[in-house]
């Protein structure tokens, strides 16, 4: 078969096989963004993992040995998937609960910025059944396909990170004559998801209709770690855990001291079925790790320490304008009195120091040759303005 071209060259089939041939063998490599690793030396060990995951996260010892432990086992199993072995590795999915503003999505951010593998990051609130207004379930997978620049083999060894999953719990503990399509329905369409399954996915995401071409994706190497406020639960795993007594109890005085991540820790299935996660949703996530409330250290820590610190960022920006910002020890402890008032975490430090810098980011672009700003307590409570140096 010969194939013409406009100004008459011939060209024959053969040709044309053996030239798809050379551009196929000369073409670049495809990007090494995805590895796979081929020895143990070269996965990074759990302490290698947790110690970047220090860098960005205060405190949260537990959760970040629970993650990096799991994170670490994933890239062996993506190490010996295609090897025929006489045990077959499965995944923990893992459970991240703790308050509004303790880390729970900076910490599957910082992952996402270490990890060689494809992440993805999902909100569970936009989720609804298949055939309602929203995003499906499935819509998860293509961003995670997305990610890996569609790329099917490395997205079938990614990893997903789901927010607010308790914000999919049942509305109510009996059954419903309604249907529950963003509450219960969601939960079950995860299921099957979450555990391994083979999800044809539309490759730009969206709703699916019979013309569009599907991707398969095979969910059996998709790590799944799922975080949530779970805001109320404390209440129902201390009234399991009240011993009703007659008298004074030594005991029970001991049981009720119990408060946030310590009570945490001891969760119980049958506690996360009471708040609505259903007995399969529960099952399929085996490791459960409990974010505690923030003490005053570590929030004198989070404006300091991590690389996206607050009292950095904000030093920087005066940094471009030639500026060198100081904040006083007695200015950090009277924000973060502000932010502990406020109740949510780290979250409520930015609003506290912002709450201070507006005036002052303001008006410093207009003045010349200032050279130094530094914030006290006075500046903090609104009784005196910054002293500035030119």
């Known amino acids: 078969m010969l194939i013409a071209s406009p100004t008459g060259a011939n060209i024959c089939s053969r040709c044309i096989d053996q030239a798809q041939q050379i551009v196929k063998d000369e073409a670049p490599a495809k990007s090494t963004a995805f590895l796979a690793y081929s020895s143990l030396d070269e996965i990074p060990k759990p302490g290698e993992i947790k110690a970047h995951l220090d860098t960005y996260v205060?405190?949260?010892?537990?959760?970040?040995r629970a993650v990096s432990v799991a994170v670490y086992n994933h890239y062996k199993r993506i190490m010996i998937q295609n090897d025929v072995a006489d045990v077959e590795l499965e995944k923990s999915n893992i459970l991240l609960m703790g308050p509004t503003g303790t880390g729970k999505t900076l910490m599957a951010r910082a992952l996402a910025k270490y990890l060689k593998v494809p992440f993805a990051i999902a909100d569970a609130t936009v989720l609804t059944e298949a055939g309602y207004v929203g995003e499906d379930v499935e819509n998860i997978l293509v961003r995670l396909l997305q990610s890996a620049d569609y790329d099917v083999e490395a997205t079938e060894a990614g990893i997903i990170y789901v927010d607010e999953i308790d914000k999919i719990s049942r509305k109510t503990a009996n059954a419903s004559i309604t249907r529950d399509v963003s509450g219960e329905g969601v939960q079950q369409a995860l299921l099957?998801?979450?555990?391994?399954?083979?999800?044809?996915v539309p490759p730009k995401g969206g709703r699916k209709h019979p013309e569009q071409p599907l991707v398969s994706i095979n969910t059996q190497n998709i790590l799944f770690i799922v975080g949530g406020a779970f805001e109320g639960i404390d209440e129902i795993i201390a009234r399991r855990r009240k011993k009703t007594m007659l008298g004074f109890s030594k005991f029970d005085e001991e049981e009720t001291r119990l408060k946030g991540a310590e009570l945490l820790r001891v969760v119980e299935p049958e506690d996360l079925l009471k708040y609505?996660?259903?007995?399969?949703?529960?099952?399929r996530l085996p490791v459960v790790a409990a974010l505690e409330?923030?003490?005053?250290?570590?929030l004198h820590s989070i404006l300091l320490e991590p690389r996206n610190a607050l009292v950095k960022q904000y030093q920087k920006m005066f940094e471009i304008e030639g500026v060198k910002?100081?904040?006083k020890?007695?200015?950090l402890d009277a924000i973060i009195d502000a932010a502990q008032k406020y109740g949510t975490g780290a979250r409520a430090l930015r609003r506290s120091i912002e709450k201070v810098m507006l005036d002052i980011m303001f008006e410093v672009p207009d003045l010349e040759n200032l050279k130094k700003c530094t914030i006290t307590k006075e500046v903090v409570t609104?009784?005196?303005d910054p002293i500035l140096e030119y």
């Not at 205060?58 to 970040?64: F, H, N, V």
């Open 58 to 64: 205060i405190g949260q010892e537990q959760a970040k």
């Open 329 to 331: 020890e007695d200015a």
């Open 382 to 384: 609104g009784k005196k």
């Open 325 to 327: 910002l100081i904040f």
């Open 293 to 298: 409330e923030l003490t005053r250290e570590a």
């Open 192 to 200: 099957k998801i979450l555990e391994g399954t083979v999800a044809q």
């Open 276 to 283: 609505g996660l259903i007995p399969e949703i529960i099952g």
